[in-house]
């Protein structure tokens, strides 16, 4: 069963501030995937990438960067967090499309509130 | 999201009993996966598909392979363990996937 290990769980900032979100999977998943869900919807896609280097814009990704420095590693990164930014966000892995089994392993999420 | 539709919002069931869970989609999809939020938060995938049907103990999911515009999930023997809120998600090609909104299940004694 894949491993995905999200850190911190909770966080608190302030307006402004940067805010740095973490993921690591350690099932040598090519893929990897950062969503937000707020209150009573779905998960939406922020950033993803394909392998170590790669980052791709998802559906949301204003205001948002992300980085994966290697396979295991992807990280969101809020340059200058704003109130609107408060929900949780999953982190997930995978395997690349073309394979044939594609199911995605989330990580348990990361309650973030911008006050 | 606006491709996938899923219905319904809410469900109550009593222990023991049936029912189906529906995902619509307004586009041709490749693949679907479902999964399950419990209480906690916690995304669990309970099944992907390409197409056809897939079964695990008393969950079974269909992929309509023809059109490629819906997915079902069919609960039987509904038990308590099984109350959550269930998604699903389905990638119209693109390599991502679009979250429906979620259907959220009570089961009760």
């Known amino acids: 069963e894949a491993a995905v290990t999200q850190s911190p769980r909770n966080k608190v900032a302030v307006t402004g501030g940067k805010v740095t979100l973490s993921c690591n999977q350690t099932?040598?998943?090519?893929?990897m995937y950062w969503y937000r869900q707020d209150t009573g919807h779905g998960l939406r896609l922020i950033h993803y990438?394909?392998?170590?280097?790669?980052?791709e814009k998802g559906d949301i990704p204003d205001g948002y960067k992300a980085s994966r420095p290697s396979q295991e590693n992807f990280s969101l990164i809020l340059e200058l967090a704003t109130p609107s930014q408060t929900s949780v966000y999953f982190c997930?892995?995978?395997?690349?499309?073309?394979?044939?089994?594609?199911?995605?392993?989330f990580g348990h999420g990361t309650k973030l509130s911008v006050l | 999201g606006d491709q996938v539709e899923q219905s319904p919002s809410a469900l109550s069931l009593h222990e023991g009993t049936d029912s189906a869970l529906r995902c619509n989609f307004t586009t041709t999809m490749r693949s679907v996966q479902w999964f399950r939020q419990n209480s906690r938060g916690s995304l669990i995938s309970l099944f992907y598909?390409?197409?056809?049907t897939k079964e695990n103990g008393r969950l079974k999911s269909a992929f309509d392979s023809k059109e490629r515009r819906y997915s079902t999930l069919h609960i039987r023997d509904a038990q308590l363990e099984d109350s959550g809120t269930y998604f699903c998600a389905a990638d119209p090609n693109t390599g991502k996937l679009t979250f429906g909104d979620g259907t959220v299940l009570t089961v009760k004694p």
């Open positions: 990438s394909y392998g170590a280097g790669s980052t």
């Open positions: 099932n040598n998943h090519n893929n």
């Open positions: 598909l390409a197409s056809g």
């Open positions: 997930a892995s995978g395997e690349p499309r073309d394979t044939t089994n594609e199911r995605l392993f």
